[in-house]
């Protein structure tokens, strides 16, 4: 399901027309450089590049159009909408790595402000900087992991329906994946493995993840409730791993129309969850739950010596953000 206010400039990614232009540019691409192999007429190229950019592929309407013969080497329905699908998830995982840096720029912001700021957590002494570090840290973590998934399914598979280029030329693969921002597929039998979806379903819950336990943390330290649709995403996007993990083992599992739904379901959600966490973490008041000042340096009855607490921060601050961060607050 689309979420409801789901931001435009994600949503657009998967929009229906944006999939069809995608697919025309990749078998237009195929095309032309199948012409210059010598594997089609380039009267073939010609008459695909007249069509129209947003019309939805129809596998036999293109046979109909430039015969079957000519047909033969481009790329198949499945070959076009797996590469589709793997332009799509490209472009919405660098959308979600700007989001994630939405809530780093945030949390650093506000753990610098509160670097001694004094916290009980799990009635141990804390500053509420070292609490927002470890989630700036999670999400350093989590800016990996997206960066991975990006690489994980940004591949191109045209090898045919058995992938041994026996009606194209592994010529056209490399081709149109330089031109779609992908990489080549090494050995692709049954298009695609599915395991590289599995891959980049997972990575993302695990982002996902990190968004509930800082919104969860949140929402205790200032005695609420945690929002419903942050604690829910984890969930949603746990309940997509073991469905992709499945296919992995079942070559056509799921269908593409089930696969591009998904898809366009976590991406979505994921990205305004972060957009919403990074507004919160901007918004988080610190008033309710500042439990140890100056004047209340108590625990169990026994004074609180802060100073032999905290004397270490500036170190674990440095391992997160950096020497020069460090120096630039020196400064």
Known sequence: MIP????????????PQSRARIMFEILAHAADKLAEVGLVPTAVAAVIRDQDRDAAFDAAHLAEMVGPEASRPLPTASELADTALAVQLSHATDLLID???????????????????????GGAPTTLGLLLAGHYAAFQRAKERLAMARFEVATCALAGPAGTFADTDPAVEAHVAEQMGLFVEPIATAGVPRDRHAAYVAGLAVVGASVERLAVEM????????????????????AAVIPALEAVALPGEPNPATEQATAA????????????????????????????????????GAPLDLAHHFRNVDTIFARVFGEQAMAEVAN
């Open 99 to 121: 989001d994630v840096d939405k809530v780093m720029t945030g949390l650093k912001r506000r753990a610098f402000a509160h670097r001694l700021t004094a916290v009980l957590d």
């Open 4 to 15: 409801r206010h789901a931001r435009p400039e994600a949503t657009a990614i998967w929009a």
């Open 265 to 300: 379901e976590i991406t979505l959600n994921l990205d305004l969850a972060l957009n919403r966490l990074a507004e919160m973490v901007e918004a988080l008041s610190i008033s309710t739950y500042i439990l140890l000042n100056n004047n209340n340096n108590i625990l169990d």
């Open 219 to 238: 929402a205790r330290l200032q005695g609420e409730a945690p929002a419903d649709d942050l604690a829910g995403l984890g969930r949603l996007l746990r």
